[in-house]
């Protein structure tokens, strides 16, 4: 008799188990209503914001098609046979809090490029790192190594690309100065790549709230 109950027991869970599993699934639902409903507001706001004005990329730079969907560069023009590429990005996306100290709003009067220019017989490129404000184009770095064949900003050069741009004497930085100047990336660049990234960031930040409020809600119905 008592093996005959103690199987029984084992075979089906009893009633407490049950209030359980019931009382966990309410409580799951209900986190799951909260969030949901917070996604959606959030969702809502972003949606209201007011874009800024359009603005377009000075002549002869173009937008790449599809730049806004992935973290590639954004606009190109071709210089003599030179072909040049620029990406953007803010610096507090690469380094948080790195820009904490200054007066902008949230970094975004401080924008990082990565600059490559190639050429059709070349398997190396040139590629320089600056920073970009309304007023000014800063040089971080230049290097000469091959061309990426995939999008990025942090890249660990497989061989000796060049010397620290600091240690350049004060003339040969005016000249990389001028060089980049003559092929359009200066300050001029600036009113676009702001507006752009904020469309991007905007998007980006739309589609967030509504991947996760979908993952959210997306149930098993055996469950």
Known sequence: ?????????????????MIAYCRSTSV??????MLLRSLKEHYLEVSKMTPPPKVSPPSPFSILKDALKNNGPVLKRTYGEEEISISV??????VPGGDGDDDDDDGINHLFLHVTISKPRSKDSLHFLCALYPDAL???????????????????????SGPCYQD??????????SYLEERGVDEGLYPFLQTWLYVKDHRHLMNWFKSVGTFINDRNPST
């Open 1 to 17: 008799m008592w093996r005959k109950l103690l199987a029984g027991a084992g075979a089906a869970p009893g009633p407490w188990r």
């Open 28 to 33: 799951s639902s209900a986190v799951d209503s």
């Open 89 to 94: 990005t803010r610096l507090v996306n690469i």
């Open 138 to 160: 800063g040089i971080h770095s230049v290097s000469l190594r091959p061309e990426l064949t995939s999008s990025g900003f942090v890249v660990v050069p497989s061989k000796y």
């Open 168 to 177: 350049l004497d004060e003339r040969m930085r005016a000249a990389l100065h």
